[in-house]
């Protein structure tokens, strides 16, 4: 049995009731952790004294934004990694970030178990334990969703309003949401079916496509070593540049996606995600490496990226493989150093503008003139080589070579060749 | 010396150079192959006297639209074959259509030589050409632009006004383009500086997102077997059916993409493309394969969908790699069938309502109550040995398990272990 | 409850204490399923007067050796599957070939439930119980190891001596075992700790280097499209071919492998295999298709070769990724005809001679000498192209290009472009 | 026209005509570097009178062994590279270890051109060429093989009798080899048709495994963060103990490896290779390696494996991709250390013991028995999410979810859903 639980804790419907139910059940205090990345003030605003109301005996608050972005975050954008092709992994990428904060409070506190409010059929109670296992191991794990007999959002609102945990909830919220400086997620409701396309209200950080301005703006971003470090040429840290992206290309409704996904844990759900300045920051990071990666550079870390991608989603980030994948990436980087222009325009990111001091992009080779380091006639041998095994092959199978006689000879003597 | 050459001709000043040079230079007949995947009506009207008045001995016309779409096009739609991230293929997956067909018209008109106007630091000349070696490894392969010596479209239009090539170019043509049912691309003027903006005036299929309507339209993609059958319920044959998607997407700006890219022969360049119909389809078939395929083919498709695009790019359409990666991807689109709504508006392309009888989607599964095949407490066994490596690296090293001691010792009796 | 099992059996000790626990536990009738995919003469006598004297209701043997060797051994053989570079995955292709016959065997006989004897730490009850996912998902699964409260094999041997449960095994074993057509695996005793040596007691179906012969044998091995068809120019049915050459390679100590590997489960473990038949042919596979597959063609294939390999080890046979994976490697043997000769000796199996039809190894071509199609100053096209992004990059950083002024201009007129 | 010429220069027959070509062609000095990277003692001795002898203006031998084992040899073996699956690379990893070397000796003396005794149809002009370009791209390259009118082994030596160059080579020599501290090719003779074996004159620094020792020997190689470090538990610099291995496994006859590979230049050709020290070192390693790293670095390393041999044998050494490669492998050797003994018998070398501070195998873990981190019961939730999606392939697909109508209603209102 525990002696002392630490709760990964965000003052919702699921970890109010969970607070209470892990010290009713296990009848030891239980720490609350609170880990800021970004859900948005509302969110966190009076959460220690609701903690404390549940019945918490101790609440620790952490602000981890600076770290999400630099330590989480920038590394996933240099390596270009999305899941399935769509999703720019939002939730993934801040539960290893919380999760390690998580353990360290709970080492600090002298805790000795961990817990959290995910449900037992999502990705993220994946995500919290492999961190925990990875930097906790002697911890022991409490999952409330896998050993209560709640069974649903209802069966929450009854316990809660039994025990008088105070929730803000209604029994007629209609989407599970998530949400962290790089994005909102929504799942649920009339998502369920992907033949519903998604109703308006659903959408949290952007206007409409059709209600955003009918005229175009644009923001430029400066990238050193891979990483964000400027808006329209002024130096920003990295929260508030993000911020301000999440701001003004949410304004321009840039950073829906809508995706059916295989979780982790073998199921397909259909999810809804806004990643307004991630979205405009992916824009703008591949737009300058097109000018500055060369191509077999460019293929094998194309490839990477899909393997970095679900190393995040499945919550492997404490592991020697996204280790060995970040050095890989951290190498590609080294000059992935200029700026892009993006145009923000009715939910669309592109980039129209970019500029390296690293560009290999040279036109006076790409043009037709003569240049100094490309002669036209090389291309014919580069053809006759590449094409050469089609031909062959093309030319059918060849006749055997004309070996002097005495060397066939001589091979096959003994019996056995040797 | 050839006795009788096939040239690929477009009508064009790089070809219409092409085969007057190419008469007067080997003194021998030409025929011109001219093969129509859509470059546009206005492209072939009178294309056959213009040849003939430019010196060809004989014109071939074929008319390959039906084949370039369903042989072609949909292959590397159902691959999911994006080049670098962003480029439809437009360009690459025509050639070895027409590569093909030439050869056939040069051997059914007797021709010893093939010849292309393309240029010798461009992709298109190794396309043609890796044909050629695959198809017809015993004909010449005669490319002009890497044996004469003009250099510049200035030094063609002289060579044509001295011979009186009737060419319809001026001096003052800025772009380089290529279009076919699939796209049209854009080389060359103010494009060669990424730091530019792409100029509106370059756009030829699709209009500004701008001046797109201001109400969203939409079309309902019908599919079976990882082929487009159908507009809005209506089936309809291929070619009606893209052509008919380029019109309505292209009304909405849907299409465009602006990439520095990394061609096969070494160096970088910008290029601007349309693939108005393309996009929307690229679109409705990743979303309806969400719903169908499951994660591990996801994944391993999405992995080889990279290296189809670059064999696509790189002209090795005709080798046995294509054809394996072919036979792959039919075997996973055996239940990609169903049906997918793309919503067209201000330049992009949405898919928003997806429906397949062979859906995996389960909401019934992915929602947090009970249910038949998911017991939520199957999730703690799956983490636990998802994260055990982690677990028992974080431990650190095991002690030496205890082998019984005779057992050790007999295996070090011998002074080699054997 | 079941109201009749199925139960995998082997007659060993874990099946017979299994078998008897089950009718014991659920009290219902028992189905003994008894595959036969080449454990050996030994280990089927009697099989069915055992699993009757054990408390079994029915007993149902089927023979799968040719459907072993011809749908699970040869598709693997010719995908090049080789687990971790080294293991040949003998126990893991036994798996779905079993599991495939027992669903059919419980629903031919009317049982409701599936049980096996693996326990719950090893591969085994994976790809078991993957197969009776994806054949028979409304059957109910039984694991007896991972619900009794036995422990150990010493366990086992109590509970089968209090029941009477007729077993030959004694305390002493040593080795656990698992044979078939394709191999033997051996695990646990001095195995244990991978600094010990194989002690020599633990091979079986192998001589020892040392003690096979002192002059070398050969074998030739003839194939059609990848598959085994012929011994020293004879044809063979595919069962007796692998028989017989399991004999040959495993008097000259062929076969051999020692391996720490990686479990799905998340453990390392250490395996002794003997593979004596399969490591010749192995061999002479691929020797065989380096003559004939060109070389984009070899490296995808033998990326996918991992994957494959994967695929098998994780019990993954029933699923879309394992059927997609064949399609392509069938597709790339085709042409995989011809014959290898191999030699052993002393533990060593060595391709030493290779021939086929569709060999695209044209010494003409691959010697000094001037050839039709290789012509050496093609060679400097292809390099300096191939080398020219290196160049480019060394050359550092270009000239912004001389782009026409009012071009320049133009596309920075509107204060966002368009 | 240049006006000093660097030769790499080996002092055999092609490199002796090529010294005297270039200063009769060029009219210019020309300075031989000769790198030392292991040839051998006979192959060096004299090798600078013998260059003055032949025409060169100057000499310059550079000491290349240590850089060689230390900066080539040691990050490819950690690294896992072998290409197709067979060759260990030794001609391939030399080629810019000596390419750098003579682009520092070239620009130390001033030179303004490169030059190679490479023929125009290897693998070898590739490697240096790009190594040149990457290095020096602003000094002229020649390569004589590709320019002069000499077409055979029978040409140069009548060339060489004129000039009276003294060369050693005779008309009878068979076998063209390549050797360094890595290993030794051979190629032409009877070896151009692989229906031959190899004859047992072809091979030098093996004896066969018919002679070699009948008793094994052993040997033990201690590892630090992946490199080799120690023989036998005796720290050693690195070159004497890759020469000292190259002795002992050759004694044995080990590392004989017999390959129709696939050349770069798009043609295949037949090579024996004789890497003795390096297959050792491969052997352990690999299963130092299996103790230490887990699953996921396991696959990922392996299939990054396959593109770093491609990289190596391509000669793209001096090149990003190379470079973010390595800082991959880097990471994950980082607890790559540890002892591994190697039994060396007859042509076979087999790690037969191995220890690691870092292992993570535990046999603890592994074998039947509870323990702390495994609870058999673990595996039946891990086997049910994992076969998930088959099962719910196999149940067929699923009915549309109940969404609450209003819902449903709702998203359809608008003509276009937005």
Not at 199 to 214: F, G, I
Not at 220 to 244: N, Q, T
Request: aromatic share 8%; proline share 6%; charged share 25%.
């Amino acid at each position: 049995m525990p002696k002392k639980i630490c709760l990964a804790y965000s003052g919702g419907l699921d970890t109010s009731v969970a607070l209470t139910w892990l010290a009713e059940t296990y009848r030891c205090p239980v720490v609350c952790f609170v880990g800021d990345v970004g859900q948005g003030a509302g969110e966190l605003r009076g959460i220690e004294e609701k903690a404390l109301a549940s019945g918490a005996a101790e609440v620790h608050v952490a602000d981890l934004r600076k770290a999400f972005v630099t330590d989480y975050l920038w590394p996933m954008l240099r390596a270009g990694a999305v899941y399935e092709g769509r999703y720019l992994l939002g939730t993934s990428i801040a539960r290893p970030c919380l999760g390690k904060a998580q353990v360290e409070a709970a080492l600090e506190r002298g805790a000795d178990a961990l817990a959290h409010g995910c449900t037992g059929k999502g990705n993220d109670q994946v995500r919290f334990e492999r961190a925990y296992a990875a930097l906790a191991p002697d911890l022991e794990v409490i999952a409330p969703w896998r050993i209560w007999d709640l069974r649903s959002r209802e069966d929450l609102l009854a316990y809660a309003a039994k025990r008088r945990i105070p929730v803000e909830a209604s029994a007629e919220k209609i989407y599970s949401r998530d949400r962290n400086l790089w994005h909102i997620s929504h799942e649920g409701g009339a998502l369920e079916d992907p033949a519903n396309a998604p109703p308006e209200e659903v959408w949290v950080l952007t206007r409409s496509a059709k209600e955003a301005p009918d005229e175009p703006a644009s923001v430029e971003i400066g990238f050193e070593a891979g990483s964000p470090v400027s808006l329209d040429g002024r130096r920003r840290d990295a929260v508030s540049l993000l911020e301000e992206l999440n701001v003004r290309a949410g304004e321009h409704g840039v950073g829906r996606v809508d995706l059916v996904e295989n979780r982790l844990v073998g199921i397909k759900s259909r999810g809804c995600y806004e990643t307004p300045g991630g979205t405009v920051l992916a824009e703008a990071h591949r737009a300058l490496e097109e000018l500055v990666l060369d191509r077999d550079t460019r293929h094998a870390k194309d490839s990477l990226a899909q393997r970095y991608a679900e190393v995040v989603y499945d919550g492997a980030w404490f592991t020697p493989l996204r280790e060995a994948l970040d050095a890989f990436v951290k190498k590609t980087q080294e000059r992935v150093t200029g700026s892009v222009r993006v145009r923000l325009f009715k939910g669309s990111a592109t980039a129209v503008e970019r500029r390296s001091p690293f560009t290999l992009h040279a036109p006076a080779f790409a043009t037709f003139g003569a240049d100094a380091v490309y002669d036209q006639r090389h291309a014919e041998g580069f053809i006759r080589l590449l094409s050469l095994p089609a031909r062959i092959a093309a030319k059918g199978p060849s006749p055997a070579p004309e070996a002097p006689p005495e060397l066939r000879a001589r091979s096959r003597r003994a019996p056995v060749p040797f």
